[in-house]
């Protein structure tokens, strides 16, 4: 066989030198054939063994026509139905190969978002332990991240919330559509409680979320149980936090955590995507163009409720305890709660403002609050005290005259 080596001087020497075949043929001392065999070459000469014969060529014949009747017969009923009695990894082999020819066209289809269309939100539970204040920590099941990635541009946006309540959900969830700066045309959940669930195979969603989106005017789409796929994105995003945020990571406080993840969240969405061959920040643009823009009145989120101020000028939210001026005590007022803060309004009238607090079971107090508390005590305690009834002329008897009336005139016995 000519090697390589010979192939290629041959063709040099016809090529650049122009020699002719014949004396190509005395130079290198092979045949005439042989050279313009390896001029006619469309390639180099390579060895190739020539193949050996299996035990299955004897039996093709018999496989290929059960497969034409049942492409999707196993190789295990396959060797029963031919007497198979060989090992059956080689016989496995032949029919994974065969099978093929048999069974219909099935392409995969290839997911592909529109700008603008959907967005897929999920909550991700991180494995920390996170201090919440006066000596409390929460662990993942009780600190919940919405997570929320477009599926155009991918980009990813995420914020730690107190808890799961609806009430929180939903203050999260506007949150992350503000710093996206539009609303999304589709919404993709799982079976959250605050959001919907299946019955009888179809969503349905809560009177929460259904007066939430009627604000936005988008749609919410809650996923079948059990089909993790329809939110893929979303699922990958979760792992990309537990992978490459957390790591190494040491929070002091949920604001803190917030403020990490969120000078993360700005690096990542400058990061190329494999997927899409650019970042999302190159994407974002066209993706909220397509998107519907936000409201011009705010969709009703947080906390809200209306009480009348008992005695002790405290109102409780999320397990804790807030002081409210005592100066509106007896009378209707309204608790406002965001992520942030808690506010308590008396018609109109900001009566308390606090910074909400993340642990359970605390009472927090404005010292102004309890000062005028004091005040007040101090007063209405003066008032009972100045308050006596008038001063009464009262007979003064004689002691004789109770003598006399216990029969005692005669003396003392």
Not at 32 to 37: D, G, L, P, Q
Not at 297 to 319: E, K, N
């Amino acid at each position: 066989m000519l090697s390589v080596e010979d192939w290629a001087e041959i063709r040099r020497l016809h090529r650049a030198e122009g020699m002719a075949i014949k004396s190509i043929a005395r130079v290198l001392g092979v045949s005439r054939n042989t050279v313009r065999a390896a001029l006619a070459a469309e390639g180099p000469p390579a060895y190739r063994r020539r193949p050996a014969g299996s035990a299955v060529d004897e039996v093709e014949p018999q496989v290929r026509e059960l497969l034409r009747a049942f492409p999707t017969m196993p190789a295990t009923v396959i060797a029963e139905r031919i007497g198979w009695t060989r090992g059956i990894t080689v016989l496995k082999e032949r029919v994974a190969e065969l099978r093929p020819a048999y069974l219909p066209p099935d392409p995969a289809s290839r997911t592909s978002y529109a700008a603008g269309e959907l967005v897929q939100c999920d909550f991700w539970f991180p494995d920390i332990e996170l201090p919440v204040g006066f000596g409390q920590t929460r662990t993942a099941k009780q600190l919940p991240v919405l997570t929320m990635v477009s599926g155009y541009s991918r980009w990813l946006s995420a914020r730690l919330i107190p808890s799961r309540a609806a009430e929180d959900l939903f203050a999260g969830w506007w949150a992350l559509l503000q710093g996206l700066g539009a609303v999304p045309r589709l919404l993709v959940w799982d079976g959250e409680g605050a959001i919907g669930r299946h019955r009888g195979g179809e969503p349905e969603l809560t009177g929460e979320c259904q007066a939430f989106r009627g604000t936005l005017g988008t749609r919410v789409y809650v996923c079948k149980p059990a089909d993790p796929e329809a939110k893929g994105l979303v699922e990958r995003a979760n792992g990309y936090l537990e992978t490459s945020f957390l790591p190494g990571r040491e929070f002091t406080s949920p604001a803190d955590f917030n403020t990490q993840l969120g000078g993360w969240l700005a690096r990542v969405n400058q990061r190329t995507r494999r997927a899409l061959g650019c970042a999302p920040a190159e994407r974002i643009a066209a993706d909220r163009a397509g998107m519907l823009t936000l409201p011009p009145v705010a969709p009703a989120t947080g906390w809200r409720a209306w009480t009348r101020l008992a005695r002790d000028h405290y109102i409780r939210l999320d397990s804790n305890d807030y002081s409210v001026h005592p100066a509106v005590i007896g009378r209707r007022i309204e608790v406002l709660a965001d992520l942030d803060r808690v506010r308590v309004l008396c018609e109109g009238r900001l009566v308390a403002d606090h910074v909400r607090a993340w642990a359970r079971h605390q009472t927090i107090a404005d010292p102004e609050h309890l000062a005028a508390a004091k005040l007040l005590r101090r007063e209405r305690s003066g008032r009972l005290h100045s308050v006596h009834e008038p001063d009464l002329e009262v007979e003064t008897r004689p002691l004789s005259a109770y003598d006399a009336a216990l029969g005692l005139d005669g003396g003392v016995a």
